[in-house]
């Protein structure tokens, strides 16, 4: 199995997690980050003092995958991602040696 | 007449609990919008109480209450320029120094043209905003609180001023406001959404409210705030203000239940963002009528209001248009049903001594009130819609694409409202 | 009497600061719970201002202040039923218009039942609540509020109009409320408190308040409107309100100072919730005898019922009750200690003109309060116990454990309170 | 003189409006630090409230208000120890209780002192802020409001009670406090943050605004609150009271404008905090002034005044003291500004009835003006950098480096301020 | 060595945190998430309008080991997490090729 | 390519980026987490009863680096995460099959 890393841009989260449920995959764990990158960050002002601020504001989806599944998730992911704007983001690929259902106690693909 | 301290005392906090409510509006408006517009919805409100105290000063203030300048349409605009006039000791408004009823009169006119915000959110360039403020209190507000507020006095040599049409030749009861703010700011919320369209994912992204507590603070400091708008509107500390006040409490009051009752019926769940609407459309029902009905009357006029608004605030989705935080469903709706009640539930027993269509006072009443409501709602309507357009066609009324996705407080207002996280300020910030 | 404008003016601001007292007790309460309970713990509040305003319009205010039934203990829930017969001219209370005194007192009802919220934090069912509230006011806080608040009057005819054992026959001091208010609101949380038992997790988990800035602002609120509360019981704006309201600073800033200092001797940390508590345990303890001590005597008063307060709080998690919000902690503590210093601290230089213990007047005022004080205590207490579990028997009081823990707030009210992270409304919500 | 109802009631609420610009100030102050500061922040106003509270009542009032001790430098400390004798029925100041009139002065003292909080944000020991408060009270306030507000009186057998110097033989203008609380607070600022130096990471790191909403309530509660204290600086509820009102709101507005314009033209933006900051900046400038001239005037002072100051609080980083909330650039040089160009924009048409330079009136009032400015300057200036820096040579000012860096809410107060995160309450904690 | 990774209630955090420090686990680091699976969302209601909220809040329990003690662990946080019912979380295991103590500079087993 | 993720103290992550920076990684990815280990948590104090919170502010670093950069990477984070004291944190390095920059669709190291 592998895990399937994606950093997007925040508008971007229900246009992914809609393609992926219509791909047929059943689960993902989403969390907040901040990225960094060649996009330019923002300028904010308080009382005349500028501030850059360089972390933007990005979303982090995990899905764990079947190995066959890959290529397929990655891709899904990357098209409904796409603004073809700078800042969209990565989407990069973990080996995982073992996955396990917390409620059933089931492992491997099962437990997906 | 002399001064009154009492009177003068009661005038005085009112007039602060009126400043009070722009803030509760915009803390009632800020809360409901999501954590990157909360500025900007913010601003809005409190850009009014900077604009529009400057403009009433000038002019504004002579506009609506100075000499009519023919059909009881307008007062002339320079009578009292500057307001420098009517600070010397023997300018007596009834028994209170008129410094102080031309300030009180002042925060109706911010508050307003604030409500109009609401239709708006997250989507309208911040100086064109100011310029509709501006150009919007004195093609509409003041004409019509003119029309609504300003009863024909006597000179000093003993002849009639003639004041408004409304107040004066139609003799509409409207005691604080329901035509000349809430169905006036509530059709022009209206006309203001047409103008600039939908927000992106309208109808289909979710726009939840981003802080509750914040709402619910809006609201209290509102209900808190509507005792000066309301009891104070007697510019008097007496028999007439005690009942206005109660009759407001009574129908927020009921109107409050009336509408978390059909968001038990209908959802299955009543909510905190429900009990805010419906305290807001019970103070709002209750403005015009509150000197006119009874504790009963008023109880029933703000929980039907309310029980309407609850189920007309959804109408905007099935009508197609976005006013985002539903100042038509709440401030048209009640503000129509408050004003055109008053000839239903009018009893002479009130201070305002007119009996109404339910106490057997015909249907007189009911037909001033009625004329009166869409007298000012459709000036309001089309003057709004062509002051929009205008600013729409020429210096553009909406932000881009792009900074109403990012979010409207960092595009215009360079600034975001909070930074809250474990890490907080950590989150990239430099001293440039 | 005459209507007088300024006491008029002093009483409708005052009835205004009591109104704004409930959503800043919400805020207070709010702030103490975790995120995911703040609104239902905000709504217990504000519910309070939409079912009591209709029940003390309906018959309230005649069942506190109608013609007594007998024996001091309940006015005619019939005399004033829908208080339209006090909006006319003529009626008047003292200087005031009754139907600004029947607003005041309608205030106070509405704060005493939302006082007792606190004490169910994250684990009532809504609909009991309300239930509750509808018959604690009726069966509990009407006649205990005329037991305190209703003098003996004169009828038209000139015939005594008798009103509460406690004012009256038993002549204890209570000018504001610690016992009808305080003591009352204090043992009925204990009572109701027993009734539903502990919050899963209590004792265990850490509870710990989710947002102190909204805690310190509910504080602040609390403060500015209890000078209605105190203040505007003198009914008038004379020498009186103004002791009493020199009075209430000075014994809650002597409170917040003190419970600060226990907690600096005994954690090692002087905390800004135990500043807000300060100023409420204060703010409870002058109550009853704001009338009757002079500046020092407030201080002691507001400085040994805040350091017994500091000290008292912890005992829940001894004796195993979840008082979760400290009510019996603070109202019930202060609400005692402030009624029943009145005997040691009272002196007859101040406006109620009663020598106390400390000052040379003996025990019979002191045995006075402590008559009072525990006649309220124990008829609240049973009475409180007798209706909680007969609700709890029937419709059940307490929301199922898995809605507990997943939070109130979307179980009850299907709402979430913030929603500020920085892809804030992203985190999955459709419109359906 | 006799008890007037209708003054009293102005000045009763007044009196509740100034207490609550304290915590006004502690939201305004607390939402501009981080998050890991914001109780710290607010707990240095809010302990103001109890440790002044509680001074005043002692001796404060009496150094104030008590018989002069010689040259109108400082009033006797015992005369009215306790407030004790001030309670009764009889003791009047001029229409109104002395019971409220201490307690409006209180106000004054409380809030000056919490107002120089905000230049020593994050980095203060709460013992020793205490213990500053207490002495800078004695040693600064309570003489410079003898000089500025005690005006000379009569006595029992009609002789002349002299007051304060400045109030009376040099006859300054300071209607509300420009130079006793404005001047003073602003400049004693400066003293206390050079004596503590600057934040770590001061330059560098952003120190952004944690709750911009939070600032916004902040502005919002002492703009309504700043009514009781210039129209309430009437001591009654009259004409002067109203123009005051009108000047008050009116210099705000147009600050708040000319804030916004400002950055507009300079940074691009309009933001929230720039009107929250210009709404302040206004308030401070037309304090002294706001008796003295017209509603034409109060908008060229509060715009004026306003500009300047958004020009000013940068001066800080070139200057390199970290006057980390701006409390110079808003407080010292607002207020003088507004004190000063009393001397400009008076007109005899105002209540204070004298003429300033712009109004034909010379320049005497302008000299007047600026002796009493620079004489409290100087004075505060000195004796706040001697209280200040006897204190940090002492038991020390400042916490340690880590205490900072970690967070002072925690290290001070063991408190964290939200716990807001969706999995909230369950980052860590345990009743232990 | 592994990097055990586990999404789980947040209810559950306490539990399987005392669980892991018994076990003899010294460390962990613990981030918000929200998750997405067979577990239904709620649905939330605003002025009438009903949404339906599908990402359910949710606790990241990241914890490095030796490898020998991997199945001990994973079994650990499953155990103590588990309530039965749907939305438990997973955990899964991942390889770790090098470790390092920011403060000491170990690095291997010695910096965990 | 590798995935170096580093917790470290909130207060140093402006130097960790700086230093990043400086060293010529292009991007990261920034995120909130709080830690458990060897630093003693702190206590707080409500209405008298005190709670330990065990659970201290950290923030997560992730950065994508070809393998030959590791190394380089791993010494800079280290180095500018130091404070010498407890909780300065951990890095620790896994393995990645494949990295996509979303805009692009480019991928391996030009994604990165
Ligand atoms: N080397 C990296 N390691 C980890 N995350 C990265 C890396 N480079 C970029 N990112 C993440 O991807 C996001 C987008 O990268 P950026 O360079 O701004 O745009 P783009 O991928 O379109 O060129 C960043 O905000 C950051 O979160
Ligand atoms: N394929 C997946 N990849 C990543 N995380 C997943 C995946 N499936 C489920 N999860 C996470 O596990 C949580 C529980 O999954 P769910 O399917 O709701 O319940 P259960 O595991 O009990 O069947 C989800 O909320 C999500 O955070
Ligand atoms: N075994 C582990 N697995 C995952 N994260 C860990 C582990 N041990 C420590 N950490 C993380 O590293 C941080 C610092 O660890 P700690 O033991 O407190 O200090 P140090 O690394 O200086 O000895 C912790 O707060 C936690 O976030």
């Given at each position: 199995m592998k895990l399937i890393t994606a950093i997007v841009k925040p508008a971007k989260l229900e246009e992914v997690k809609s393609a992926l449920s219509s791909h047929g995959v059943a689960g993902m764990t989403v969390s907040e980050a901040s990225g960094f990158g060649r996009q330019r960050g923002h300028t904010e002002v308080y009382r005349g003092t500028e501030y850059t601020v360089d972390l933007i504001a990005k979303v982090r989806i995990e899905v764990i995958v079947d190995d066959k599944d890959v290529d397929g998730v990655v891709s899904v992911i990357s098209t409904a991602a796409s603004?073809?704007?700078?800042?969209?983001g990565k989407v990069w690929v973990t080996p995982v040696e073992s996955v396990i259902r917390?409620?059933?106690g089931e492992s491997g693909v099962d437990a997906i | 007449m002399e001064i009154l301290a009492g009177d003068t005392a009661w005038m005085l906090i009112s007039t602060a609990l009126v400043l009070l409510m722009t803030p509760g509006l915009a803390m009632f408006y800020g809360g409901m919008v999501r954590a990157k517009g909360v500025l900007n919805m913010m601003m809005m409100s409190f850009i009014s109480m900077g604009v529009v105290s400057v403009i009433w000063t000038l002019y504004g203030y002579s506009m609506t209450f100075?000499?009519?300048?023919?059909?009881?349409l307008v007062g002339s605009p320079?009578?009292?320029?500057?307001?420098?006039?009517?600070?010397?000791?023997?300018?007596?408004f009834g028994t209170i120094p008129t410094s102080v009823f031309a300030a009180f009169q002042m925060m109706f006119a911010i508050l307003t043209v604030a409500l109009i915000s609401g239709a708006i959110?997250?989507?309208?360039?911040f100086g064109s905003w100011i310029l509709f403020v501006i150009i919007w209190v004195t093609i509409v507000y003041f004409p019509v609180a003119h029309w609504v507020f300003d009863f024909d006095g006597v000179d000093e040599n003993g002849n009639v001023d003639p004041g408004g049409w409304i107040a004066?030749?139609?003799?509409?009861?409207?005691f604080a406001g329901g035509t000349a703010v809430h169905i006036n700011a509530g059709i022009a919320a209206l006309a203001i959404a047409l103008v600039l369209g939908?927000?992106?994912?309208?109808?289909?992204?979710?726009?939840?409210?981003?802080?509750l507590t914040l709402v619910m603070l809006g609201a209290a400091l509102l209900w808190f705030g509507w005792f000066g708008f309301n009891a104070g509107s007697a510019i008097a500390a007496n028999a007439t203000a005690g009942v206005v006040f109660l009759n407001t409490v009574v129908a927020t009051g009921a109107a409050m239940v009336a509408w978390l009752l059909v968001e038990r019926i209908r959802n299955g769940h009543a909510t905190s963002l429900g009990a805010a609407s419906g305290i807001v459309a019970g103070l709002v029902a209750i403005t015009p009528a509150c000197s006119a009905v009874d504790p009963l009357g008023a109880m029933a006029i703000g929980a039907i209001a309310s029980a309407v608004c609850a189920l007309a605030v959804s109408l905007k989705y099935k009508l197609g248009y976005d006013d985002s935080l539903d100042v038509v469903g709440l401030h048209l709706v009640a503000g129509l049903i408050g004003s055109i009640f008053v000839g239903l539930?009018?009893?002479?027993?009130?201070?305002?001594?007119v009996d109404g269509l339910f106490y057997g006072g015909g249907s007189d009443q009911l037909v001033k009130q009625i004329i009166a409501s869409f007298a000012v709602l459709a000036y309001s309507f089309i003057a709004t819609y062509i002051i929009a357009k205008a600013i729409d066609m020429t210096i553009g009324f909406r932000v881009k694409e792009d900074a109403e996705v990012t979010g409207i407080d960092l595009a215009?207002?360079?600034?975001?409202?909070?930074?809250?996280?474990?890490q907080g300020a950590n989150r990239g910030g430099y001293a440039s």
């Amino acid at each position: 199995m592998k895990l399937i890393t994606a950093i997007v841009k925040p508008a971007k989260l229900e246009e992914v997690k809609s393609a992926l449920s219509s791909h047929g995959v059943a689960g993902m764990t989403v969390s907040e980050a901040s990225g960094f990158g060649r996009q330019r960050g923002h300028t904010e002002v308080y009382r005349g003092t500028e501030y850059t601020v360089d972390l933007i504001a990005k979303v982090r989806i995990e899905v764990i995958v079947d190995d066959k599944d890959v290529d397929g998730v990655v891709s899904v992911i990357s098209t409904a991602a796409s603004t073809g704007s700078v800042g969209d983001g990565k989407v990069w690929v973990t080996p995982v040696e073992s996955v396990i259902r917390v409620r059933t106690g089931e492992s491997g693909v099962d437990a997906i | 007449m002399e001064i009154l301290a009492g009177d003068t005392a009661w005038m005085l906090i009112s007039t602060a609990l009126v400043l009070l409510m722009t803030p509760g509006l915009a803390m009632f408006y800020g809360g409901m919008v999501r954590a990157k517009g909360v500025l900007n919805m913010m601003m809005m409100s409190f850009i009014s109480m900077g604009v529009v105290s400057v403009i009433w000063t000038l002019y504004g203030y002579s506009m609506t209450f100075g000499k009519d300048l023919g059909g009881g349409l307008v007062g002339s605009p320079t009578e009292f320029f500057g307001l420098t006039t009517i600070i010397s000791e023997d300018s007596v408004f009834g028994t209170i120094p008129t410094s102080v009823f031309a300030a009180f009169q002042m925060m109706f006119a911010i508050l307003t043209v604030a409500l109009i915000s609401g239709a708006i959110a997250d989507r309208a360039k911040f100086g064109s905003w100011i310029l509709f403020v501006i150009i919007w209190v004195t093609i509409v507000y003041f004409p019509v609180a003119h029309w609504v507020f300003d009863f024909d006095g006597v000179d000093e040599n003993g002849n009639v001023d003639p004041g408004g049409w409304i107040a004066n030749d139609l003799a509409a009861i409207d005691f604080a406001g329901g035509t000349a703010v809430h169905i006036n700011a509530g059709i022009a919320a209206l006309a203001i959404a047409l103008v600039l369209g939908k927000r992106v994912g309208f109808g289909r992204e979710p726009f939840k409210p981003h802080n509750l507590t914040l709402v619910m603070l809006g609201a209290a400091l509102l209900w808190f705030g509507w005792f000066g708008f309301n009891a104070g509107s007697a510019i008097a500390a007496n028999a007439t203000a005690g009942v206005v006040f109660l009759n407001t409490v009574v129908a927020t009051g009921a109107a409050m239940v009336a509408w978390l009752l059909v968001e038990r019926i209908r959802n299955g769940h009543a909510t905190s963002l429900g009990a805010a609407s419906g305290i807001v459309a019970g103070l709002v029902a209750i403005t015009p009528a509150c000197s006119a009905v009874d504790p009963l009357g008023a109880m029933a006029i703000g929980a039907i209001a309310s029980a309407v608004c609850a189920l007309a605030v959804s109408l905007k989705y099935k009508l197609g248009y976005d006013d985002s935080l539903d100042v038509v469903g709440l401030h048209l709706v009640a503000g129509l049903i408050g004003s055109i009640f008053v000839g239903l539930f009018a009893t002479a027993a009130a201070p305002a001594g007119v009996d109404g269509l339910f106490y057997g006072g015909g249907s007189d009443q009911l037909v001033k009130q009625i004329i009166a409501s869409f007298a000012v709602l459709a000036y309001s309507f089309i003057a709004t819609y062509i002051i929009a357009k205008a600013i729409d066609m020429t210096i553009g009324f909406r932000v881009k694409e792009d900074a109403e996705v990012t979010g409207i407080d960092l595009a215009v207002h360079a600034e975001s409202s909070y930074e809250i996280g474990s890490q907080g300020a950590n989150r990239g910030g430099y001293a440039s």
